[in-house]
């Protein structure tokens, strides 16, 4: 039996970066993958395959849309949906192995097979008819979620997708009708769109990616109509059908009349769920929550105290970025020092064109709770920049507290907007005040300058471009 500090099940963002950080400290580290590539969904499935898609994807929008404009003549461009899928593979599979280089590099033992918790200090692999057991001092649960779905609408996976199917797609669709309006329906909806396919989205909140500042799903819903999109908002979806050669799609909606859709696929894109089937869980007494989750304290310790949980399968935002952070944090808690991760300030990104970026709190948010704020605006259309790149689309929001003058939020949606969050995050993170930005020399011509104008806004009304 192999003797280990640290054992982690999960190789995604949250588990791969946990066995790094353990591997820096000096922990003997084994991480549990049960499938044939590591980087969990993220690189598989998610974040890094979704991105190359956007990627080429727009690049096909510009040369038909955009491209005249800036005195480039060109004609019969085609989508070849084989081509950009057989890149999106290649894309991934360097990324799924700089993640192994980075095992290898940092002595990390790698495991295949399914890891399931024996007792508080044993865990077993099982792969094919084989088994072994890992003796630990500690254990990291980073096992991630799986697409979710409501009674009515199961995936079969052939016509009634899911993200993974949408993302090996062998044909462009005529139609797809995409159940939720969150970020992998408007994500992987701006792909097919811009290849042309006719996309209709479902989606039950009354406005899309209703999580985010209202600003933001108002600006984008314009754009995305420009684009051809076509919203059911405000709609129940009741039943999906495959019936052949195409999905049938039955909804209520805002007056509790039944409607009917038709299209050659329906994706379903209403949220994922922790993934922890098979993992011993009650084996060493580790329960649940009503939504799937984990629960952990706030040293992400399950009850058992050296079993830790990260990423998708606790509480908190499903996002990379979010379980790296956790991965760190435990790997250092661990190691005796005292971490943090400030769960407000983890920035979210919706990877559409324009693209969606937040951090802080929402207007809706800060008036729930009763705060003064004041709110500062800047129209990317004002850019020269912005001008210059025909990306003229989009708003900058910052909110501040009208008493200290304080960032509480920043809301972008524009060109780059994933990229100029980060000034935010920084400046956040520092408990900058508006002034602050405001008075910081921006670099011209710049999106960032936006940042500048808006803080300007907040501060005193007073931005110098418009
Ligand atoms: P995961 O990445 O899900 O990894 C868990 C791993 O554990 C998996 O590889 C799984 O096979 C393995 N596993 C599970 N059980 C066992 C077991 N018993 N034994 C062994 N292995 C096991 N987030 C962003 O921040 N930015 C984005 O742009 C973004 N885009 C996305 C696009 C799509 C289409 C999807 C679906 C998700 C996207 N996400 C994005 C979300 C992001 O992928 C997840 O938040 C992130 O992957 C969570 O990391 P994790 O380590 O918690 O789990
Ligand atoms: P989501 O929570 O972003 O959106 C789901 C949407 O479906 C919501 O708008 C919700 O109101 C709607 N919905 C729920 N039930 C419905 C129903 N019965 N009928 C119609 N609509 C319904 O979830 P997602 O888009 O599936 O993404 C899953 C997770 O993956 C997200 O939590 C996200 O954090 C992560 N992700 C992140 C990125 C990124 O960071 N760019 C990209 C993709 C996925």
């Known amino acids: 039996m192999s003797n280990y500090d640290i054992t982690i099940i999960g190789s995604g963002p949250g588990g791969y970066v946990a066995a790094i950080r353990c591997a820096q400290l000096g922990m003997k580290t084994a991480i549990i993958e049960k499938y044939k590539t590591l980087g969990g969904t993220c690189l598989n499935v998610g974040c890094i395959p979704s991105k190359t898609l956007l990627d080429s994807s727009e690049h096909f929008h510009n040369a038909n849309n955009n491209f005249s404009e800036h005195g480039i003549d060109v004609k019969g461009i085609k989508a070849n949906i084989k081509q950009m899928i057989q890149r999106k593979d290649k894309v991934v599979s360097q990324t799924c192995d700089g993640v192994k280089f980075l095992m290898e590099k940092n002595n990390i033992d790698v495991y295949t097979g399914i890891g399931s918790i024996v007792d508080k200090n044993s865990v077993k692999i099982e792969q094919n008819n084989t088994q072994q057991t890992l003796n630990t001092k500690n254990i990291i649960i980073a096992t991630g979620s799986k697409p979710n779905f409501f009674p009515g609408m199961k995936p079969d996976k052939k016509r009634i997708i899911t993200s993974t199917e949408a993302l090996n797609m062998k044909e462009i669709p005529k139609k797809m009708l995409i159940i939720g309006g969150g970020v992998i329906g408007l994500e992987l909806g701006s792909v097919f769109a811009r290849l042309g396919t006719q996309i209709e989205v479902v989606e039950f909140a009354n406005t899309i990616i209703p999580s985010m500042d209202k600003t933001m799903s108002k600006e984008l819903s314009k754009v995305l109509k420009k684009e051809g999109f076509k919203f059911y908002t405000k709609h129940k979806v009741q039943k999906v059908t495959n019936t052949g050669k195409e ?6 909606n805002k007056k509790n009349e039944e409607i009917s859709l038709k299209a050659d696929y329906c994706l379903v894109a209403v949220g994922r ?6 993992l011993g869980l009650k084996n060493v007494g580790i329960s649940t929550n009503e939504k799937g989750q984990i629960d952990v304290n706030d040293n992400l310790q399950t009850s058992t105290p050296n079993i830790y949980a990260i990423g998708d399968v606790i509480r ?32 979210n990104v919706v990877y559409t064109w324009p693209e969606v970026a937040s951090v ?32 003229i689309m989009g708003t900058i929001k910052i909110i501040a507290s009208k008493k200290t003058d304080e960032i509480l939020g920043v809301h972008i949606i524009g060109a780059r907007a994933a990229d100029l969050i980060m000034e935010a995050v920084v400046a956040m993170e520092f408990r900058a005040s508006a002034e602050d930005l405001a008075r910081i020399c ?22 110098l471009h418009i």
């Open 247 to 252: 999905v049938n799609l039955i909804a209520l």
């Open 273 to 278: 769920k922790p993934f922890t089937e098979g």
């Open 316 to 347: 908190g935002t499903m996002l990379a970025h979010k379980a790296e952070e956790e991965g760190v944090f435990v790997a250092e808690f661990i190691s005796g020092q005292k971490p943090h991760i400030n769960y407000n300030l983890i920035p």
């Open 360 to 391: 802080g709190k929402t207007e809706d948010e800060l008036i729930a709770e009763g705060r003064e704020i004041k709110i500062g605006t800047f129209p990317i259309k004002a850019l020269g920049r912005a001008r210059a790149s025909m990306d």
């Open 442 to 463: 921006h670099p011209h011509p710049t999106y960032s300058e936006g940042i500048k104008e808006a803080a300007l806004d907040a501060t005193e009304s007073r931005p």
